[in-house]
């Protein structure tokens, strides 16, 4: 998520920036079109083989609790179900860092990517363009994606191009769930808010996550940008006989907001919640 939703994000920048900028005369080389040359030049987006081109983009506001995966089963854990905490955590580290070592097939089985309306403020005049661009890049991935190479499990699934799957701290959890149905674990994590996560801490060290440096520093009329965490949850299902996590499914909401400084300072702020839903085999 993090390559190619900062390709998104420096496009709507570049778009503000054009926004901003007053008619220009016939000597006036720079326009909207170089920006926009120029920042994706900048940033290197590479998507799986596999994948396929995103579905018809829908605007409709969807919450965390409705872009994530189906609730869970009510049935009460048994006396062996783990409940502080720290042990939930533990148990979903270790069986999550399996995946890396020990998977022999990741499949992706769905992205969704939803547009918070209610978040977003934009600069008036360029609502249009904006919408227009968040619908050609922010759609959904329905086919799923076979990752069975040692090498693309460790770069494609989370957190990608590390080690590892996850480092969570306890600290950063405000719930967490384990329910012992008898053959499985099934954890349900909500993470606290987090504000900047860059990876390997906080909702980064087990969650894909958009680095605000990463993306100010690719363009410099950015005079100030920042990410918003909220709402977060990880589902996953452990097999009780090996310890291994089988299925997986994140949902991260986020707030993005940017300062844009040319010709005036110009601030706006974009809303989205990205899904994630995997199935692991060994």
């Known amino acids: 998520m993090k390559k190619v939703s900062a ?3 420096a496009l709507i920048i570049t778009v503000l920036s054009a926004g901003c900028t007053p008619d220009s005369g016939p000597d006036d080389t720079t326009t909207a079109a170089d920006l926009a040359v120029t920042t994706a030049a900048d940033i290197t987006v590479t998507e799986p083989a596999s994948s396929t081109e995103a ?9 965390a ?3 994530s995966a189906p609730e869970e089963t009510t049935e009460a854990p048994t006396e062996s179900a783990l409940k502080t ?10 069986s999550a860092n399996k995946i890396k070592t020990d998977a022999t097939k990741v499949v992706k089985n769905y992205e969704k990517r939803t547009v918070n309306n209610d978040k977003v403020v934009i600069p008036a005049g360029l609502e249009s363009t ?3 661009m968040l619908t050609t890049f ?14 693309d499990i ?9 080690s590892y799957v996850s480092k969570l701290d306890p600290a950063y959890v405000a719930e967490a769930t384990c329910t012992d149905t008898g053959s499985e674990y099934k954890i349900v994590l909500k993470l606290k808010e987090h504000k900047n996560p860059t990876a390997g801490v906080g909702i980064g060290a087990v969650c894909d996550v958009i680095e605000a440096g990463e993306v100010a520093e690719k363009a410099p009329f950015i005079e100030d940008f920042s990410t ?3 709402s977060c949850v990880v589902r996953a299902t452990i097999d009780k006989a090996t310890g291994k996590m089988v299925s997986s499914n994140y949902t991260t909401p986020l707030i993005l907001k940017i300062r844009v400084n040319m010709f005036g300072t110009h601030d706006a702020s974009l809303g989205f919640t990205f899904e994630k839903d995997y199935t692991i085999t060994y």
């Open 85 to 94: 905490t720290a042990e939930i955590v533990a148990l979903f580290n270790n």
């Open 55 to 63: 579905v018809t983009y829908e605007t409709e506001q969807t919450s």
């Open 65 to 67: 609790e409705e872009t």
């Open 154 to 162: 460790q770069s494609e699934y989370l957190v990608p191009d590390q």
């Open 228 to 230: 918003e965490y909220y």
């Open 7 to 9: 390709f998104i994000l």
């Open 138 to 151: 922010m759609g959904d991935d329905t086919e799923p994606i076979i990752y069975a190479a040692k090498a």
């Open 130 to 132: 904006a919408e227009s």
